[in-house]
């Protein structure tokens, strides 16, 4: 079992950054793929960023140069810094960690945020 805990987030005005992290408690070695995903209201949950297990980074086409994802292998934390916010970017953002061996996917609560125009 894995639980996550998200923090961060909240407001800023387009152009702004904000930063988000997320914290991965219990089996965090059977982690292989960690990350963010976000989901506006009516629509569907999409990739924002995350790292795979002894890979790369892999981002969504919307954040590429944007956002950028930090974190060491097999540590409990993963970070994620969002530069030159758009409105379009306000969402609920999830963090997310798929465990290895039965391909488990775990989310977090989810936190908000809001970038106005």
């Known amino acids: 079992q894995v639980q996550l805990l998200e923090s961060g987030g909240g407001s800023a005005q387009a152009g702004g950054s904000l930063s988000l992290s997320c914290a991965a408690s219990?089996?965090?070695?059977?982690?292989?793929?960690m990350g963010w995903y976000r989901q506006i209201p009516g629509k569907e949950r999409e990739l924002v960023a995350v790292l795979v297990t002894g890979g790369s980074a892999t981002y969504g086409d919307s954040v590429k140069g944007r956002f950028t994802i930090t974190g060491r292998e097999f540590e409990d934390t993963k970070n994620l810094q969002m530069n030159n916010l758009k409105p379009e970017d306000t969402a609920v953002y999830f963090c997310?960690?798929?465990?290895?061996?039965?391909?488990?996917?775990?989310w977090g609560q989810g936190t908000q945020v809001t970038v106005s125009s």
């Open positions: 219990g089996d965090i070695f059977s982690i292989t793929v």
């Open positions: 997310y960690a798929r465990s290895g061996g039965l391909g488990v996917d775990y």
